[in-house]
């Protein structure tokens, strides 16, 4: 009898530890890891759909956190602050990893204290709360009749859980998913104290999987295949040599996975790793809607110097066919005063000449000739277009392309004689009684031979007309379209428009 108590003894105790099998658990990695800024904002609501990694930058504690839970990022002075619950503080911020091949997960009803064996007088390795999990090993009864799970923590540890504080769930989710305001992506994102008063979010993922986000939202998926691979090498090309990537205009407009479209998912795989280079290595690629029929030379544009790009030169683009190609806007003179940094209630504008010394005729420098003097603005294509605001289309002019029609409205007698000018508002003027009056209505009315007319005192007399919608470096967009639809394949394409370049992986 004795023999038989003391082989069940040791039994008991060989059941509390013999279950120490290497986990399945692994932090995802990315070959060609990209970083995309969701967010820069005082708080950020963030739902985290799959297993996450949980790391404090500041000392490396990390922690699996519960499916479908949502953080609020905030600031709190120089530290971001993390609330699923329970707070989380770091100065340095948070890396948030998805966590592969978990299939058996514990979660907590409430706080619940990992023990060193499977008893709950033993030495507590760390306490869970009802935010984190842990990877599920195995479980077992001990000699109490109690059931415990081991577990394996984030940082490495195992231990053990009580059942009557925790559940065993399965991992049904395969593609791990990060959700914020109405937008999914995929990867894992890290919270950031960069800008002061501020958390910046960053999406971070595998370059294919950023660009999946990216095409459907540069690009038709409707649109030829052709066009769409196209689209997709350069934006690669354009990604892996960027220093930073935002969702935005200001780099490439990524949607995330909420945006993915099978056709253009088939154009990013079936083109993977081809980028665009030069001399062997890989170059910075650009794009943008329309040409207006020919590129622009880097040079004209950007002011950069051409001799360093010879890649970014200006080509024909035969098959362009855009709403954009031509356009025309008109602005008063008080708009075109205003840009220039002018009153249009103390300054006449008298004349309004632009300088084109692109090779097509682009713009790079605008003078005007006012009652307060001349006054010259010079600058790339994105200065010269923002001197001209206009509705849409970002706010500002389409392109630097184009010519100018100054249709001066008026000739106003003065003490020195007559002068042209666009418009008489917040002019003196002698009435038909010989009172002088000033003009500050939106209409005057003018004495003719013949009959009293009515203008506007400042009406649209400067007239743009121009070519093209962006900085039409590298490739047009609605020219990629025409070409694919002409028989040309992706890599020509992109060829076409990044001369002396070669296109493979």
């Not at 995929?186 to 104290?193: A, F, V």
């Not at 000739?369 to 206009?390: C, D, H, Q, W």
Request: hydrophobic residues 35%; charged residues 15%; proline residues 3%.
């Amino acid at each position: 009898m004795t023999r038989k108590v003391i082989l069940t003894f040791f039994l008991s105790l060989s059941l509390l530890f013999i279950h120490n099998e290497a986990s399945a658990a692994t932090v995802k990695s990315y070959s060609n890891p990209v970083a995309v800024q969701l967010a820069d904002a005082a708080s950020s609501s963030i739902k985290l759909q799959g297993i996450y990694e949980f790391t404090n930058k500041g000392n490396n504690e990390k922690t699996f956190l519960l499916p479908n839970i949502t953080m609020n990022a905030s600031r709190s002075g120089q530290n971001v602050v993390v609330n699923i619950g329970t707070s989380f503080t770091s100065s340095a911020g948070f890396e948030v990893k998805e966590v592969d091949n978990i299939a058996k997960y514990a979660k907590f009803t409430n706080a619940t204290s990992v023990k060193a064996s499977a008893a709950s007088d033993s030495e507590t390795r760390a306490t869970l709360s009802k935010a984190e999990i842990a990877e599920y090993i195995e479980s077992l009864v001990n000699d109490k009749g109690e059931t415990w799970y081991n577990v394996l923590l984030a940082n490495g540890q195992k231990g053990w859980v009580p059942a009557k504080t925790t559940l065993i769930e399965n991992n049904s989710i395969s593609t791990p998913i990060v959700t914020i305001g109405k937008k999914t992506y995929r990867g894992g994102i890290s919270l950031l104290p960069k800008t002061s008063g501020k958390v910046t979010v960053l999406n971070n993922l595998d370059l294919e999987d950023y660009l999946k986000g990216v095409i459907p939202n540069e690009m038709p998926a409707s649109w030829h295949k052709e066009a769409l691979k196209a689209q997709a090498i350069v934006a690669r090309s354009y990604a892996a040599n960027s220093m930073s990537l935002k969702n935005t205009t200001a780099s490439q407009v990524y949607g995330g996975y909420s945006t993915e479209d099978k056709r253009t998912t088939e154009a990013v795989e079936e083109t993977a790793g081809i980028v665009v280079k030069h001399n062997g290595k890989p170059i910075q690629t650009f794009f943008y809607s329309t040409s207006g029929g020919k590129t622009a030379n880097v040079g004209d544009v950007w002011n950069s110097n051409q001799a360093n790009f010879p890649y970014l030169i200006s080509v024909d683009d035969p098959y362009e066919n855009s709403p954009h190609s031509n356009w025309e806007n008109s602005f008063t003179s008080s708009t075109i005063l205003k840009s220039f940094g002018f009153n249009p209630g103390n300054t006449v504008l008298y004349d309004i000449k632009p300088k084109a010394t692109g090779a097509n005729g682009e713009v790079t420098s605008i003078t005007i000739e006012t009652s307060a003097g001349p006054k010259t603005i010079t600058g790339n294509e994105s200065v010269i277009r923002k001197l001209f605001p206009i509705e849409g289309f970002y706010g500002f002019l389409k392109s630097n392309w184009f010519t100018v029609e100054a249709n001066k409205s008026y000739t106003v007698q003065t003490n020195n004689g007559q002068n042209s000018q666009f418009a008489v508002s917040g002019q003196a003027v002698m009435q038909g009684n010989g009172t002088q009056s000033t003009i500050s209505d939106n209409q005057v009315a003018i004495q003719t031979a013949n009959s009293i007319v009515t203008k506007d005192t400042d009406p649209t007399s400067i007239t743009l007309t121009g070519k093209g919608w962006g900085h039409r470096i590298g490739m047009s967009q609605y020219g990629a379209k025409g070409l694919a639809e002409n028989g040309w394949k992706a890599i020509n394409i992109v060829k076409h428009y990044f001369a002396n370049t070669e296109v493979s992986k």
